[in-house]
T-cell receptor, first 115, second 108 residues
Framework: EAGVAQSPRYKIIEKRQSVAFWCNPI?????LYWYQQILGQGPKLLIQ????????DSQLPKDRFSAERLKGVDSTLKIQPAKLEDSAVYLC?????????????FGPGTRLTVT | GEDVEQSLFLSVREGDSSVINCTYT??????LYWYKQEPGAGLQLLTY?????DMKQDQRLTVLLNKKDKHLSLRIADTQTGDSAIYFC????????FGAGTTVTVRA
C-alpha cells in the first residue's frame, strides 16, 4: 500500500512570495491533516479535512494560509505572502476517518525555507 | 506542544535500555501516543496506550502510564543504532497535541 505522498520535498522562497504544497493521502482515507513543524518543536495541527469539508482550522493563520481538498482526495496548502517565521516542515497525514485519528499516517514532509 | 512536555535529549549506549519520559495536562485524553521521527522523514506511530491501561508491551517497547501524575514513559529494551531518532509524545483532546520531542542518540 502506497503511503502519503507530498511534493515538493524542499522549497526555498523569499519573503512575500507565494508557495503551494501538495499532498496525496493513502487511498480510501477520508480524513486529511496538515501540520506545521518548526525546528525543535513538535508538529502543530493547521487544518483537518473530513472528505472535502473542513473539520478544524482553528490554528490556521487565515490571513496568509489557505488549504483545499476539492474532490476529497488530494489537498493543497498555500501560503501567500510568506514570512520568515513560516520556515518549517509542513507535514501531511491521513487516517481512515475521524474516529481513527490515532492511526494517522504521515508523509515525509515539505521543508520550506523563507529567506 | 506546551501541554505536553518532554526532556530534550537522551544519550544511551547500544544494548542498554532507553527510557523517555513525558508529562501531559489533559486528563480527558483517551489515547496517548509515541511517535518516532528519523532525519528527513515523517512521523511513524510506534505505539499507543488507552487511558484506562497502566502498561502496554510491544516487543522491545514498553509504555507505562501514570494517570494520577499525568506521566507517560517509553522504554526501549536493547537499544540499537537504528533507534537513534526523535521521539514525540502526544495526547489527544479533540486533536493530537505533540511534545517538542526527545532526541535519542545511541552510542557504540
Amino acid at each position: 500500500e502506497a503511503g502519503v505522498a507530498q511534493s515538493p520535498r524542499y522549497k526555498i522562497i523569499e519573503k512575500r512570495q507565494s508557495v503551494a504544497f501538495w499532498c496525496n493521502p493513502i487511498s480510501g482515507h477520508a480524513t486529511l491533516y496538515w501540520y506545521q513543524q518548526i525546528l525543535g518543536q513538535g508538529p502543530k495541527l493547521l487544518i483537518q479535512f473530513q472528505n472535502n469539508g473542513v473539520v478544524d482550522d482553528s490554528q490556521l493563520p487565515k490571513d496568509r494560509f489557505s488549504a483545499e481538498r476539492l474532490k476529497g482526495v488530494d489537498s493543497t496548502l498555500k501560503i501567500q505572502p510568506a514570512k520568515l517565521e513560516d520556515s518549517a516542515v509542513y507535514l501531511c497525514a491521513s487516517s481512515l476517518h475521524r474516529d481513527t485519528h490515532h492511526e494517522q499516517y504521515f508523509g515525509p514532509g515539505t521543508r520550506l525555507t523563507v529567506t | 506542544g506546551e501541554d505536553v512536555e518532554q526532556s530534550l535529549f537522551l544519550s544511551v549506549r547500544e544494548g542498554d535500555s532507553s527510557v523517555i519520559n513525558c508529562t501531559y495536562t489533559d486528563s480527558s485524553s483517551t489515547y496517548l501516543y509515541w511517535y518516532k521521527q528519523e532525519p528527513g522523514a515523517g512521523l511513524q506511530l510506534l505505539t499507543y496506550i488507552f487511558s484506562n491501561m497502566d502498561m502496554k508491551q510491544d516487543q522491545r517497547l514498553t509504555v507505562l502510564l501514570n494517570k494520577k501524575d499525568k506521566h507517560l514513559s517509553l522504554r526501549i529494551a536493547d537499544t540499537q543504532t537504528g533507534d537513534s531518532a526523535i521521539y514525540f509524545c502526544a495526547e489527544n483532546d479533540y486533536k493530537l497535541s505533540f511534545g517538542a520531542g526527545t532526541t535519542v542518540t545511541v552510542r557504540a
